[in-house]
């Protein structure tokens, strides 16, 4: 093993390999900040140009793009409160409140630290779990997939502060736009009112674009000025300050990486989710859950460690058993069959050093995309100071060219202007935004495996299924911990209260 | 102005006496722009053949440009959807699942608004061998053992596409009972249900089985299909497990999945660009470069004549009688 991790390493050290990196990087970086656009378009894009170049040189082009987009999407969203990809979504509930406080170069530094080590740590944890991945992705199945949506949902309750009966609204609101569309499991058309454009479903990117970047918009030429008011709120915080958050916050970022690793071995979850749950994970461990969604330094730091770790992950079911998992896979594996590597199996034996050479690609890419990160965010963070007449239009612009390029349809333009009103009112009422996207995200995602998880198991599948029990029992106790902590220091400051 | 006004009425005076040499077939896309829309998302298989294809009917046609575009979404309906309202001029042309063409309409699908044997068919493309394949550990080894199972055959699937309503007619031919679980979120989901032992059995490409069935994770039980593939020649096919006297509907269905991905146009597309683009895309696929281009990315190509796959539809369509039912039925069965 050792020698194929020096073989993989070895393999990228080519001038031809380091180049198509950083030509990859920072095209991903591009094609991250615009909105709506991922890792998957940045790879299908770049696919046509990778004949007749080396095996780890068109590797390091394909996947160092893919690395990339992560931070380059997370960058918008903490800046402007648009998400440049659905993964990214996490970004907005405390990046964006952090530029608010003036502390934009912060949150970058942070992000782009979590996602460096959440890239390395998930690479490490790939390579050590390698022997582990094929027993674990047989255990689990669509029960255990039902507990992880079923977790991410907890978030609610920390969006919720104010009114639970709003926050739960919104959510439920976010649910039935999820509904719209052909049913996954009987194809039944639900509320389509036999419009073709509904039968696809509302897009999720094009919704968030909607709700997020375009409500702000709205917001932002109504009170005029700028997003943050460089009178007001001086911009006094430094990358480092950023980097340090993510060494002091080392654990939860060990945890949110192992979480990203194993989101991204199970087929089906993907990274939106694994955003949610890492964000879940954050709130639910940290002693002070108030300050999330205000501009808490773990909020950026969970979501973009498991996002980060999240891509070594998503190499696995290629890999142990020959199956492409997620789209950006299936794209690897056009390029795979164009160098004449058969995926599969074989993989972990003949072509372990290939394995590892990729594990270095996305530790070598994240290194780049840091540095880089770290050297613009201070000239980053000055752009929420631009004034509405200027940020209006060229924000709107992009997100629109965004929306339209999500499924190439111009009602996708439209769709994302209804959401950009719903966005704004939702605000203005004090509905969060942030529950409906998440009611949006998991509201299929429980629905399918609910289904699979009754029509393959019964009505008592968690009796069958000890795993998703275990996780069952795990998230009422975590969800419950907040709750009897607040009630414990209730009771101890009355008895406190009661002895003075 | 006048000019040029003389200029078209000396042109239109040439052209009645047939001065002006008629445009020979094989110039119909001379330097003329081709909109070759691909109905699939632009990391998909069909997108990969599309670009593979495309400079050699730029080549052979001797067009200016062969521009791809993607239109996804509803499973080939919307694009479907799109070409039937599309000119007829021959300049859209469009590389779609027929299978789904044909299918949908007969399960009743209310996203599909037109009629499949109307559309131009100009070549399929490809058609790759698809195979029914059971868990490494399953107990199924023949059609005897599927016989003895006692209980419906669990069919993991990703929603209802041309696998589903193949199992519901092999099924139904066989006469036995099939459990269908939709819900799945693709080809690695199902694949998994299968290894794992949650379902007994799911449809593949051979390409994308080949892997888990050489480490033994999965085997292949049956060959979706008219002929037994050389990489598995001890694999019987469908047609082979099941009573001659109900093959009418099978064949009717496997016909339609062979038909696979084609080359199609918008219904009453122009005779003469039908006529050239029949000829010059077959030229295209024979092309001995293109060929080496397949093979070497493991990327097959079975072209067959539009004429051909015309007859194909229209067979499959009379069959649709009988057809029709059964998807009916097994689209109620998860419903």
Sequence with gaps: MIDAIVAGLAALMTPQAMVFMFIGVIYGLVIGILPGLGGVVAMALLLPFTHGFEVAATLALLLGAHIATIWGSSVTGILFNVPGAAKSLTSCFDGYPMTKKGQATRALGASATGALLGGILGAIFLAVSIPLVRPIMLALGPSEYLMMALWGLTIIATFSEGSLMKGLIASVLGILIAFIGMDPVTATPRYTFDILYLMEGISFPVAMIGLFAVAEMMKLYVKGGSIVDRQLTEERSTVWQGVRDAFVHRWLIVRSSLLGVWIGVLPGVGATVGGLAAYAQAVQTSKTPERFGKGAVEGVIAPDATVGANEGGGLMPTLAFGIPGGEGMAILLVAFIGLGIVPGPDMLTKNLDLVFSMVWIIVIANIIVTIIGLGVAPYLARLPALHANLMVPAVLAVCFVGAYATRGQIEDVAMAVAFGILGYLMDKYHYSRANLVIGMVLAIMIERNLHLSLTLYGGDFLLERPVAAAMLAFIIVTTALPFARRWWKRRKLASAGGRA | ?335
């Design chain 2, 1 to 335: 102005m006048k000019r040029l006004g003389a200029g078209l009425a000396l042109l239109a005076g040439l052209t009645a006496f047939g001065m002006v040499p008629a445009v020979a077939q094989n110039d119909f896309y001379k330097d003329k722009v081709i909109n070759f829309v691909v109905h699939g998302s632009p990391a998909g298989g069909h997108t990969r053949h599309a670009r593979m294809i495309a400079p050699y009917i730029q080549k052979h046609t001797g067009a200016k440009e062969v521009r791809i575009t993607n239109l996804q979404g509803g499973g080939g309906l919307k694009g479907a959807n799109s070409l039937w309202r599309e000119k007829t001029d021959g300049y859209t042309i469009a590389l779609s699942s027929i299978p789904t063409l044909i299918l949908a309409p007969l399960a009743g699908s209310a996203g599909a608004q037109f009629d499949a044997t109307k559309f131009t068919y100009i070549a399929r493309v490809t058609s790759e061998p698809r195979v029914l394949t059971v868990g490494g550990k399953s107990p199924l080894k023949t059609v005897d053992d599927l016989r003895k199972l006692n209980r419906p055959f669990v069919f993991p699937s990703q929603g209802t596409d041309e696998d589903f309503y193949t199992m519901a007619v092999l099924f139904d031919v066989l006469g036995l009972p099939i459990k269908m679980v939709t819900g799945y979120e693709g080809n690695a989901d199902t694949a998994l249900a299968v290894i794992k032992g949650d379902g007994d059995g799911h449809i593949t490409s051979w390409s994308q089985t080949v892997g888990s069935i050489a480490s033994g994770d999965k085997r292949p039980f049956l060959i979706v299909g008219s002929e037994r593939i050389p990489e598995a020649p001890d694999v019987p096919t469908v047609f082979e497990v099941t009573p001659r006297e109900k093959h009418a509907s099978l064949r009717a269905i496997i016909n339609t999945v062979d038909l696979h991905r084609c080359l199609i146009g918008p219904p009453n597309m122009d005779a003469k660009a039908v006529a050239a683009l029949r000829t010059l895309v077959m030229a295209a696929m024979n092309d001995p470069e293109l060929k080496a281009e397949s093979l070497k990315n493991k990327m097959p190509l079975t072209p067959l004549d539009g004429a051909k796959v015309t007859e194909m539809v229209s067979e499959v369509a009379k069959a649709s009688g009988s057809l029709s039912p059964i998807l009916k039925a097994a689209v109620k069965t998860i419903q």
